[in-house]
């Protein structure tokens, strides 16, 4: 079953989603922003110039990992998702 990105109060970890968002670089890997949340897509350190601020469609397995190394409590990071939400096994269409 594909979930599209209007349905994302329903992702669960291990779903298949088609997700349609802007692609941008961010400093742990390529993200396409959903309604101003990030979705890294694992794997993908940087777009391409030429996809950059595009509206891009993914299609994978949305899942939950931990991508931002916190190496002690730190309370600037306590308000930040490190476990933010990621693609795997993804097609860019």
């Not at 990105?5 to 968002?21: F, I, N, Y």
């Not at 101003?36 to 899942?63: C, F, H, T």
């Amino acid at each position: 079953m594909w979930w599209r990105k209007t349905d994302r109060s329903s992702w669960q970890a291990g779903l298949r989603v088609r997700l349609s968002g802007v692609a941008y670089n961010a400093k742990a890997g390529a993200i396409i922003m959903i309604d101003e949340e990030p979705v890294y897509l694992l794997g993908l350190k940087a777009w391409d110039e030429s996809v950059l601020g595009q509206q891009v469609r993914v299609e994978g397995i949305i899942d939950k990992k931990e991508i931002f190394p916190v190496s002690e409590p730190d309370l600037t990071m306590q308000s930040m998702e490190t476990r933010p939400w990621v693609l795997r096994e993804y097609k860019i269409k």
